[in-house]
């Protein structure tokens, strides 16, 4: 497969000089769901602001479907989709003059429009609200249909910046059907932006993490688990702050600890053989009156690969998580 982006030590610098963005390269296969992850203020939004033309880069070099992004923006612009985070659908029109508007914009002629319309309508599963406001809609439904007004043209890459933030699991898991959809059945190259670990795991086949303006891991979600080499134990004390240090001491000592972490628990260790290992870290902690309140584990994740690259997880205060095995949830 040839690629459909190509990014060569792209900077961008603010007027303030915050260096959101700081010498990343990556490319991106055509047909490929390609996914860039990281916490907020990574610089996700401002690198896909950049590839969209929204936002002049201060240096590097990026290709669109082959074209230079600052000898041909306009023709890079016909070629894409682009959802950002935020709604932009018209509350006032019905959802079907929403996707007839945005046909008209990107100049979709007329009997091929309707026909598109009605295509997408269905794709998206908002037939039956064809004809009403969009201001009536559900946060699912407006989402959706925003997404369908980034196909009306058949681009041939789209772009989703953040696309299920601040929606429920049942629309998340729907748009996640459409976007596999789109990229299996026809063919199209998706550039994903997400916080979401289980969303970037389900859908994209290769992963750039960001953070702090430079990507700090990138593979297959498959790849990049493999590399963590343990599973992950999480360990939540009575006292954390008094009884850390010392806890951290004794997992050092046990056999199969790999290393051990900073968590919002208290504490995360990698080891090998995880289950096992679970009793000997009970015991080694009754023995030293370290009072556990939970023990669990999990096989890696890729939120396990970004703390061990930075010493911290993506996004701490509602992370959708891989399902993991729990002892505990009491008092020792």
Not at 162 to 172: A, F, I, K, N, V
Not at 319 to 328: I, R, Y
């Amino acid at each position: 497969m040839t690629d459909i982006i190509t990014v060569k030590d792209l900077v961008e610098v603010y007027s303030d000089g915050t260096r959101a963005v700081d010498t990343i390269s990556f490319n991106v296969k055509e047909g490929e769901f390609f996914g860039f992850l990281g916490p907020n203020g990574a610089g996700k939004s401002t690198t896909i602001k950049i590839l969209t033309t929204l936002l002049r880069k201060t240096s590097g070099t990026v290709l669109i479907a082959g074209y230079d992004l600052d000898q041909a923006p306009g023709e890079i612009r016909k070629l894409i989709g682009v959802q950002s985070q935020e709604t932009a659908v018209d509350g006032d029109l019905t959802g079907r003059e929403n996707l007839m508007l945005q046909g008209h914009f990107q100049q979709v002629p007329g009997s091929e429009l309707k026909e598109r319309v009605g295509e997408l309508l269905n794709l998206v599963e908002l037939k039956d609200a064809a004809n009403k406001r969009a201001r009536n809609y559900s946060g699912g439904m407006k989402k959706r249909l925003d997404l369908a007004t980034a196909l009306v043209h058949r681009p041939k890459l789209l772009f989703l910046d953040e696309p299920t933030t601040g929606l429920d699991p049942q629309s998340r898991a729907a748009i996640w059907t459409y976007l596999e959809k789109l990229n299996v059945e026809e063919g199209t190259t998706i550039f994903l932006t997400t916080q979401y670990m289980e969303e970037a795991d389900k859908l994209c086949k290769q992963l750039a993490i960001i953070d702090f303006g430079k990507i700090v891991a990138s593979g297959s979600p498959a790849e990049l688990k493999r590399r963590v080499g343990a599973d992950s134990i999480k360990l939540s004390l009575e006292n954390c702050e008094r009884d850390k240090p010392r806890a951290k001491e004794l997992l050092k000592t046990l056999d199969g600890v790999i290393s051990v972490f900073d968590s919002e628990e208290c504490l995360n260790v990698y080891a090998k053989n995880a289950g096992s290992l679970v009793a000997d870290i009970v015991r080694a902690f009754d023995s030293s009156e370290i009072r556990l309140l939970s023990v669990s584990f999990s096989s890696p994740t890729l939120d396990d690969i970004f703390l061990q690259q930075t010493g911290r997880r993506i996004r701490a205060e509602d992370l959708v998580k891989a399902p993991s095995v729990t002892f505990g949830g009491r008092r020792r």
